[in-house]
């Protein structure tokens, strides 16, 4: 899944993971054996060097298993944070948000919606999060990726502009094979499966028997197999912008869902762009929204020919650049001006004017980043080792089906080439456990399309209800704007009591 939790188009999931500050210091080394008790009791203080922090955000370091089946084996270290309810005789418990990605950051996480959640709560929880091993503060992995290999332009398999996947095959062998050289136990044990086990440890860390939780994207997913796993440790649990549960695609099915998604989602960028009201900051991109969808396709393909010079010093805008920062700004409303400045940019016929590029697509993402962002869908499913022709007619196929993702969902990744198999088969959904799980979902998500959040939905049965949002983006809960859905959850997490039926929920 892309974008993480909090529905900005930053880099990726991954981006966000750039914390600054030693309060807890992430590393690759591994911490040496200690008996398991050191998983509690966890030691606050306060929150140093984080980007975002909440009123009153604190800050610790939990220790857990490098191989939960080895508990007194090498351990790794996670950042966990944490934001005290003010009103400790209506205290309900703990609730813990699950980041995105696979990469996103908990503590950015807990950071940005800490003080609206607890307001909206009424300070009933101890909100709780962590950076997920990999991410982070926590313990970290490296492939040793050179700069390029790491630009999401390029890490994410964009076909040539005349749809060969050659260089596909080359870049997803070459970080395959660094991932496996540099990579180490640490990259081994990324994946969905520890991640639930080591939320498991911070839940029996923090004394709870326990706990509630509120999982976007990725973190729905992570929600959806602790939930399945550990039944009776769940108590409300909210699943916000859930993908397709498939076990046997797991991290491929998502993408390949994500042409359906920008397709579902563009129209309302076209909408936004042709409205007269973008014509006073010089935004408006065509006169009427059908124009919009052509003139993009017109200046990505003008791009595949002719890279264009931007602000960055050797990073021009190509074709696949362009694509990608549409589908980093599709997932929220709020960043459309940033992508319509960059198609007037793009598309203005002095040479002299230079696109400026934002992070998402400028730069590197650090090699902790990418390593995560790779190590996690690689390890959780074996993924086919098809052979770089039946590649390159699935891409054929898909870009005629979807131009404005011109073949990416399913193009070949690392995960084709990945050298370790599988340490476990995905955990399949079913509708076995309590009734006590509420769903919310965007109609037009292009990150985890409303198709896959229905199977998600029929996977789980009488055990959830789903709450449908009449509206685009990734990410509802506190990102949307939408009053119906917040309020739907909120009730939710301070009463307990779910919709009767499935919602919708108009725009």
């Given at each position: 899944m892309t974008p993480d939790e909090t529905s900005t188009p930053r880099r990726t999931r991954a981006l966000a993971l750039?914390?600054?500050?030693?309060?807890?210091?992430?590393?690759?080394?591994?911490?040496?054996?200690?008996?398991?008790?050191?998983?509690?009791?966890?030691?606050?203080?306060?929150?140093?060097?984080?980007p975002v922090v909440a009123a009153g955000q604190e800050c610790a370091r939990l220790s857990v298993p490098l191989d939960h089946g080895d508990p007194g084996g090498e351990r790794l270290t996670l950042a966990v944070s944490r934001v005290r309810g003010d009103r400790p005789a209506e205290r309900r418990g703990t609730l813990l948000l699950i980041p995105g990605g696979?990469?996103?950051s908990g503590l950015r996480m807990l950071g940005q919606k800490g003080d609206a959640l607890r307001a909206r709560l009424g300070g009933a929880y101890d909100l709780v999060s962590f950076d997920p091993r990999g991410?982070?503060?926590?313990?970290?992995?490296?492939?040793?990726?050179?700069?390029?290999?790491?630009?999401?332009?390029?890490?994410r398999s964009w076909p040539a502009p005349d749809g060969d996947v050659t260089e596909n095959v080359a870049r997803s062998l070459r970080v395959a094979e660094s991932c496996a050289r540099d990579g180490g136990p640490v990259l081994r044990s990324l994946s969905t499966a520890n991640e639930v086990r080591d939320i498991d440890a911070l839940r029996r860390a923090l004394g709870e028997?326990?706990?509630?939780?509120?999982?976007?994207?990725?973190?729905?997913?992570?929600?959806?197999?602790?939930?399945?796993?550990?039944?009776?440790?769940?108590d409300r649990w909210v699943l916000d912008s859930s993908g397709d549960p498939d076990p046997a695609r797991v991290g491929r099915g998502w993408l390949a869902n994500m042409g359906r998604g920008v397709d579902e989602r563009f129209p309302d960028f076209a909408a936004w762009a042709a409205d007269p009201a973008r014509e006073a900051?010089?935004?408006?991109?065509?006169?009427?929204?059908?124009?919009?969808?052509?003139?993009?396709?017109?200046?990505?393909?003008?791009?595949?020919?002719?890279?264009?010079e931007t602000t960055t010093p050797g990073v021009p805008l190509t074709g696949n650049r362009l694509r990608q920062a549409l589908q980093?700004?599709?997932?929220?409303?709020?960043?459309?001006?940033?992508?319509?400045?960059?198609?007037?940019?793009?598309?203005?016929?002095?040479?002299?004017?230079?696109?400026?590029?934002t992070d998402d697509v400028a730069g590197?993402?650090?090699?902790?980043?990418?390593?995560?962002?790779?190590?996690?869908?690689?390890?959780?499913?074996?993924?086919?080792?098809?052979?770089?022709?039946?590649?390159?007619?699935a891409v054929a196929a898909d870009r005629a089906r979807h131009p404005l993702t011109a073949g990416l969902p399913v193009n070949v990744t690392p995960c084709a080439y990945w050298k370790d198999t599988p340490a476990e088969r995905p955990t399949r959904i079913t509708d076995q456990g309590p009734s006590n799980i509420l769903m919310i979902q965007n109609l037009r998500d292009p990150a985890t399309p409303y198709a896959g959040a229905l199977k998600m939905r029929a996977a789980l049965g009488d055990r959830a209800r789903l709450v449908s949002v009449d509206r685009g983006g990734h990410g509802v809960y506190l990102g949307n704007g939408n009053a119906c859905g917040d309020r739907a959850v909120t009730d939710f997490l301070r009463t307990g009591t779910r919709p009767a039926a499935d919602v919708r929920c108009a725009d």
């Open positions: 750039s914390l600054a500050g030693a309060a807890l210091v992430a590393g690759t080394v591994l911490v040496p054996a200690v008996p398991a008790a050191a998983e509690s009791p966890l030691t606050w203080e306060p929150c140093e060097g984080l696979p990469g996103g991410v982070g503060r926590s313990s970290t992995a490296s492939c040793g990726l050179s700069d390029d290999d790491r630009h999401l332009a390029h890490l028997r326990k706990l509630s939780a509120w999982g976007v994207s990725y973190g729905a997913y992570v929600g959806a197999v602790y939930a399945q796993r550990y039944p009776r440790n769940t900051r010089g935004l408006r991109l065509a006169a009427r929204p059908e124009e919009v969808r052509p003139r993009f396709l017109a200046l990505a393909e003008r791009l595949d020919r002719a890279p264009r980093n700004a599709l997932t929220n409303t709020a960043s459309f001006p940033r992508l319509a400045r960059l198609l007037k940019e793009a598309g203005d016929p002095d040479p002299a004017v230079r696109p400026v590029l590197a993402m650090p090699d902790a980043d990418a390593a995560v962002t790779v190590g996690v869908v690689c390890n959780d499913v074996r993924w086919p080792r098809a052979s770089a022709a039946a590649y390159g007619r």
